[in-house]
């Protein structure tokens, strides 16, 4: 497995085929540097897993990455996805379906499997029913679910386990057809049963689907990542001078 430390020089270039290429990226409160910087790329069909110490600053990239930063904090340098450059706090909505950040604590809403699966496709795509439930039961089986809850998809969500609950997520981002999935410690609430099937999912989308997984785990990374992105706890309170 390759490690890429995430302060190298900056190429400028983007790797043929890259997913999402970030540049110097970091994430500042004020004139508070919390994150970064960091540089990195994902190949097209690779599961690259995201480490580092508490606070480094792990999911706060990830929403950086879908352009969904909490409130007050800003982004400096460069993320471009497919390309195309993303501009910060742009609210750009085909970045919605192709960068696709599946969090921590599964949320699954009061309706149905069927209506949380469908939950993102119905907004975001254009297709008849036919068409939308095709693509659910595609994800459903990709995300390793579809033997336990394809009989009963009408049924509510909230009767499902935690680790069927992350499954379900998965699957709903799944159902986005995304060209790259973020999954920040998609297994850290789950128990050792719920987490290996998980890991099973997320194994199956290897070299089919681009990943970035934050875990905490060095053994799970190891057994579901191609190569490793470190980051480090911010070393200055100021921005790098680069960036101001
Ligand atoms: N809304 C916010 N306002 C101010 N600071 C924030 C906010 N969200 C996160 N931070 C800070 O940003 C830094 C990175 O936090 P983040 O949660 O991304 O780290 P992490 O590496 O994912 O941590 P962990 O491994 O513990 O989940 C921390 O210093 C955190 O306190």
Redesign the pocket.
């Known amino acids: 497995m390759d490690d890429v430390t995430t302060d190298a020089t900056t190429t400028g270039k983007t790797v043929d085929g890259a997913v999402i290429a970030v540049r110097d990226l970091q ?1 500042l ?1 004020g004139a508070k540097r ?2 970064g910087p960091v540089t990195f790329e994902l190949a097209a069909g690779s599961t690259t897993g995201l480490c ?12 950086a990455l879908v352009d969904l ?5 800003r982004r400096q340098g460069e993320v471009e996805v497919l390309g195309r450059p993303v501009r910060h706090g742009k609210g750009d909505a085909d970045l919605r379906s192709t960068v696709v950040l599946v969090p ?1 604590t599964p949320v699954v809403f009061g309706g149905s499997i069927l209506d949380n699966a469908l939950f993102g496709l119905r907004h975001l795509v254009r297709a008849s029913r036919a068409e939308l439930h095709d693509r659910v039961e595609q994800a459903l089986r990709e995300a390793g679910l579809w033997n336990e809850v394809g009989d009963r998809l009408d049924t509510p969500a909230q009767t499902l386990s935690n680790g069927q609950r992350q499954r379900l997520c998965l699957a709903r981002a799944l159902a986005l057809e995304p060209a790259a999935l973020l999954l ?2 998609p297994t850290s609430a789950l128990d050792e049963r719920s987490r290996d099937t998980v890991e099973e999912s997320v194994a199956a989308l290897r070299g089919g689907r681009t990943v970035l997984l ?1 875990s ?1 785990d060095p053994a799970q990374v190891e057994r579901l990542c191609d190569r490793t992105v470190r ?1 480090d ?2 070393n200055t309170c100021e921005p790098s001078a680069a960036a101001v």
Do not use: N
């Not at 930063?69 to 904090?73: A, Q, R, V």
């Open positions: 994430i409160d919390l994150v580092g110490p508490s606070g480094a600053g792990k999911s706060t990239v990830l929403r930063l909490p409130h007050g904090l921590q920040d410690e934050v905490h980051i706890l911010a």
